[in-house]
Nanobody
Framework: QVQPVESGGGSVQAGGSLRLSCVVS????????MVWFRQAPGKEREGVAT???????TYANSVKGRFTISKDNAKNTLNLQMDSLKPEDSAMYYC??????????????????WGQGTQVTVSS
């Protein structure tokens, strides 16, 4: 079952940290991408960070140096460590995945497996 399931959202003050996790079972013998998107009220869903089967990572400029994406293959888990959080990081965070390619674009249409989302709220 590939359906991603996120956890770890919550409320925190600016400057604090949160760790998001997502359980997603992919075929580890095929290329794949896992990605975190976020969507704030009234805004477009935007890509935050990606990681592929090879462990190659990318980050949106807005989170570079503050967020770290990682995966635990043994636990079929994708993680997002978020440090130095800002109020503008407040959003619903979604885990998404796709199989068949190690190329991970920030294009939501490229991903066919989506979680339900977990809310992150950062207060000033």
């Amino acid at each position: 079952q590939v359906q991603p399931v996120e956890s770890g959202g919550g409320s925190v003050q600016a400057g604090g940290s949160l760790r998001l996790s997502c359980v997603v079972s992919l075929d580890r013998y095929r290329p794949y991408c896992m990605v975190w998107f976020r969507q704030a009220p009234g805004k477009e869903r935007e890509g935050v960070a990606t990681i592929n089967r090879l462990g190659t990572t990318t980050y949106a400029n807005s989170v570079k140096g503050r967020f770290t994406i990682s995966k635990d293959n043994a636990k079929n888990t994708l993680n997002l460590q978020m440090d130095s959080l800002k109020p503008e990081d407040s959003a619903m965070y979604y885990c998404a995945a796709r199989s068949g390619s190690d190329y991970c674009p920030y294009d939501r249409a490229a991903y066919n497996y989506w979680g339900q989302g977990t809310q992150v709220t950062v207060s000033s």
